[in-house]
C-alpha cells in the first residue's frame, strides 16, 4: 500500500513537469498551441491539455514567370 501512496504522489508531480515540456518546444518552434490548426498553418507538435502546437506555412519563394 506504501508502494502504491509514493507512486501516486511522484506521478502527481511529474505530471505538470511534462506538460510544460510540450507548450517550451512549441514556442521554441515559433509556434501557438491551439484547439484546431488554420488553413495556412501546419500541426507539428502537441501541447498540453489536448491542445496542438500550430506554425503559420511559409511560402517557397518559387515564381512561375520565369519558366
Do not use: W, Y
Not at 506504501?2 to 506538460?19: C, D, E
Not at 512549441?26 to 500541426?43: D, F
Not at 489536448?50 to 511560402?59: D, G, K, N
Request: positive net charge; charged residues 25%.
Amino acid at each position: 500500500m506504501r508502494t502504491f501512496i509514493f507512486l501516486s504522489a511522484v506521478l502527481l508531480f511529474v505530471a505538470p513537469a511534462k506538460n510544460a515540456f510540450f507548450d517550451e518546444k512549441c514556442q521554441k518552434l515559433n509556434g501557438r498551441c491551439v484547439h484546431s490548426c488554420e488553413k495556412n498553418e501546419e500541426l507539428v507538435a502537441l501541447c498540453q491539455k489536448s491542445l496542438r502546437c500550430c506554425v503559420t506555412l511559409q511560402p517557397c519563394g518559387r515564381n512561375n514567370e520565369d519558366g
